[in-house]
Structures are given as structure tokens and as C-alpha cells.
């Protein structure tokens, strides 16, 4: 299986901030690599898929990108909505496997 | 618009069954794939299995941690995914999501909004 790390597992940021997750996957995936946004107590929202293609309706300061096995999200500035657990995912191949997590805090 | 509605959880004992249902709207459900997706109580997000479209005649997969244990089927004439959930266990106390696949570019999608399983005794 596709070990899928994220880095870091939580930060504080403030409304305005550049932000950075990582995520390393143990083996290439070439560009099957996905981002996600979970809200407490909600469903997951995709955001990313291919590694930097944003989803329909996704705003345009969420940005991707990376290949093989290194990869970032990057919020530009941040917004008071984006306070949320950011998970990345692997669909190279069966099974799929996400990352860990990262909680983002004010 | 894409919507998903998952139905069917539960409490249930240790070694029962139960069955999820991922109710469809919004796209021709035969040509879609589904994949059904957990997170246990605090937890992160793991990968249940896939439920594939007509043309790749209704074939599934498996994670590792159910497979033996969970089935899928699904109805076309009435857009509906089932998960049959047997054998449950402890660990397999979850929410559920049944999750869109693109069949462009093979990515999740849409997201139902979950069902809480419970398995205790």
C-alpha cells in the first residue's frame, strides 16, 4: 500500500496568511494526488484533483502542486472559512490512501 | 447538481449486519462510479471500496480491512448504492460517505453527507 504522510499535523495561522501543507507519498503517483477540506461536523469538500486542477466552484487562492511523490497545498491568504482539516489523497492505485491530516487553527 | 443522500446507520452489536444505502440524483447513475469512504470518531478519512459503472460491468474492490466482510450492489432503476455490512466489529464504527468518481480523471467528486455506524454491545 501507498503510505501517504502530511506535514504538519496542525498549524496556527492568522486571516491574511500564506499557508503550506505537505504531503509525501512512500512511492511515485506521478499526478494522482487529490486535496480535501473537512469542516467539524461536515462532509468532506474536494478541492484539488490531478495534483493542481481546482474543482469547480473552489476559490483561486487554494493552489496545488508537486509530482511523483512530493506535494503542497497552498492557501494564499488566508480566510476565516478556510479554518478546517486539510487531507490529502492518493488514487494511483488500490487501495487508496489518504494523509493524516492537517488542522488548521486560528 | 450532483447529490447524494447515505441512509441506514445504526447501532448495532458486535457480529451483526447492516445495510448503508447511497441514494442518487443528479447525473446517469449507471455510468458513474461510487466509492464508499469511513471516518471512526475523531479519526482521518479510510477508503472503504469502489463500486464501478455498467461498463465496467458492476466490478468492485475492496480495502484489505473489509473485504470478506462488506458488499456492494447497487440499483440503477432507482439510482441507489447498497453497502452490506456483516460480521461488524468494533472498528467499523464510523461515518460513512458514498463518493462520485470522475470518470475523467478518476478523482472523487461529490460527497453525500455521511451515516453514523455504531457497533457496540
Known amino acids: 500500500d501507498i503510505q501517504m504522510t502530511q506535514s504538519p499535523s496542525s498549524l496556527s495561522a492568522s486571516v491574511g496568511d500564506r499557508v503550506t501543507i505537505t504531503c509525501r507519498a512512500s512511492?511515485?503517483?506521478?499526478?494522482?494526488l487529490a486535496w480535501f477540506q473537512q469542516k467539524p461536523g461536515k462532509a468532506p469538500k474536494s478541492l484539488i484533483y490531478?495534483?493542481?486542477s481546482l474543482q469547480s466552484g473552489v476559490p483561486s487562492r487554494f493552489s496545488g502542486s508537486g509530482s511523483g511523490t512530493d506535494f503542497t497545498l497552498t492557501i494564499s491568504s488566508l480566510q476565516p472559512e478556510d479554518f478546517a482539516t486539510y487531507y490529502c489523497?492518493?488514487?494511483?492505485?488500490?487501495?487508496?490512501?489518504f494523509g493524516g491530516g492537517t488542522k488548521v487553527e486560528i | 447538481e450532483v447529490h447524494l443522500v447515505e441512509s441506514g446507520g445504526g447501532l448495532v452489536q458486535p457480529g451483526g449486519s447492516l445495510r448503508l444505502s447511497c441514494a442518487a440524483s443528479?447525473?446517469?447513475?449507471?455510468?458513474?462510479?461510487i466509492d464508499w469512504v469511513r471516518q471512526a470518531p475523531g479519526k482521518g478519512l479510510e477508503w472503504v471500496g469502489r463500486s464501478r459503472n455498467k461498463a465496467k460491468s458492476y466490478t468492485t474492490e475492496y480495502a484489505a480491512s473489509v473485504k470478506g466482510r462488506f458488499t456492494f450492489s447497487r440499483d440503477d432503476s432507482n439510482n441507489s448504492l447498497y453497502l452490506q455490512m456483516n460480521s461488524l466489529k468494533t472498528d467499523d464504527t464510523a461515518v460513512y460517505y458514498c463518493v462520485t468518481v470522475s470518470g475523467t480523471y478518476y478523482a472523487f467528486d461529490s460527497w453525500g453527507q455521511g451515516t453514523l455506524v455504531t457497533v457496540s454491545s
Open positions: 443528479g447525473f446517469t447513475f449507471s455510468d458513474q462510479n
Open positions: 489523497q492518493q488514487y494511483s492505485s488500490f487501495p487508496l490512501t
Open positions: 512511492q511515485g503517483i506521478s499526478n494522482y
Open positions: 490531478a495534483a493542481s
